[in-house]
């Protein structure tokens, strides 16, 4: 995780306890494709479960057992299956669970304000989900800070090492933190999660993203010198522009110890757009690190296979498993939205 007593936020690469996911539900915004979008919930329930303890939230009994027979029809590991009965308005727990900065010895859980991704969304259960998570004990002893901050965990990406990387697009709108100075949010983001230093990224985003270009749909640590970052191949795509100035940036970007990393693209697929006709947010950026093993999100596109191939390149001791996340992206979110893990000095109860 990191060398030092020092606690920053812990990278998604450190082994693990938990990841928790939110189960979707009839009279979510999931309901005209609850089918397929549960299907896709049970691929990422099985291969979490096969490595370590899935945590879901879930609406009141009956959803329970409905979600439990599923799982056992997919022959999930329930006995590394945790449930959390609660309200939640969205199933993005990336944005609404606790972040953990963390060192080798222990661990403390970091509740932010959320606001519904500026105020876009109804959020007030969301905005207490942190909370409820921990009054529940299944995250044992580990103590919880509330930072009076809006700030949500798709947003932020740490090398486990002082780096955070994030974007002046999501940080500096005036939908969060508008009585904050661009100084003060860069102080706020080093103090809270213990960082050293900021790398803003000042172009890139992803047509049909609502949440003012998180970094998760954009660019991503694999290690400490490693970035996979979402690429265009394509100059008659209206995104080729952003993505181009976003690559130009991190070429521009240093390690701590001042050498340039090692980037690896990811070319987003083929436009999918939804019946209304936007365009949706789909990258392969939005992928989820587990232990032994990263959660790949596919398009049934020819650009997955390039994807997986890349990824694996990142993490040579990881499983590779793609996740179809057509139903996913149908609600302007994937893979790494609708997760959030938990490093093993959280110990999941």
Same mark, same amino acid.
């Given at each position: 995780m990191t060398s030092s007593l020092l606690s920053? &936020?812990?990278?998604?690469?450190?082994?693990?306890? +938990?990841? $928790?996911i939110a189960w979707p539900y009839s009279k979510g915004d999931f309901n005209r494709w609850l089918n397929a979008v549960e299907e896709t919930y049970d691929l990422i329930a099985l291969e979490i479960s096969r490595r370590e303890t899935v945590i879901i939230v879930c609406q009141d009994d009956v959803h329970q057992k409905h979600i439990r027979q599923r799982l056992t029809a997919c022959a999930a590991n329930l006995g590394r299956v945790r449930f959390a009965q609660m309200p939640y308005d969205d199933v993005w727990v990336r944005d609404t669970a606790p972040l953990t900065l963390a060192n080798e010895q222990? +661990?403390?859980?970091i509740d932010f304000r959320f606001n519904g991704w500026g105020g876009k969304y109804p959020h007030e259960a969301d905005a207490q989900l942190a909370q409820r998570l921990y009054t529940t /004990? $299944? &995250?044992g002893d580990t103590p919880i800070n509330r930072v009076d901050f809006i700030l949500e965990g798709g947003s932020v990406e740490s090398d486990g090492e002082g780096t955070i990387m994030t974007t002046g697009r999501c940080l500096f709108n005036p939908n969060r933190n508008s009585e904050?100075?661009?100084e003060q949010i860069e102080n706020r983001l080093k103090t809270s999660l213990g960082a050293r230093r900021i790398l803003w990224l000042d172009h890139g985003y992803a047509e049909g993203d609502d949440t003012d270009a998180h970094i998760d749909t954009l660019a991503r640590f694999c290690s400490p010198d490693t970035i996979a970052y979402t690429a265009c191949?394509?100059?008659?795509?209206? &995104?080729? /522009?952003?993505?181009? +100035?976003?690559?130009?940036q991190l070429r521009t970007f240093l390690t701590s110890t001042g050498q340039p990393y090692r980037l690896i693209p990811l070319n987003i697929p083929k436009p999918i757009y939804s019946e209304e006709g936007d365009r949706l947010p789909a990258t392969y950026a939005n992928f989820l690190i587990i232990n032994e093993a990263v959660l790949v999100p596919v398009y049934d596109d020819p650009a997955d296979s390039e994807a997986l191939e890349r990824l694996a390149d990142c993490?040579?001791?990881?499983?590779?498993?793609g996740i179809p996340c057509i139903p996913l992206i149908r609600q302007y979110g994937s893979l790494h939205c609708m997760t959030m893990q938990f490093p093993k000095t959280v110990r999941v109860t």
């Open positions: 920053v &936020l812990a990278p998604e690469w450190a082994e693990q306890s +938990a990841v $928790l222990s +661990a403390k859980l /004990g $299944l &995250l904050l100075t661009r191949d394509n100059s008659n795509d209206s &995104l080729y /522009g952003e993505f181009n +100035a976003m690559e130009n993490f040579p001791d990881r499983e590779i498993i």
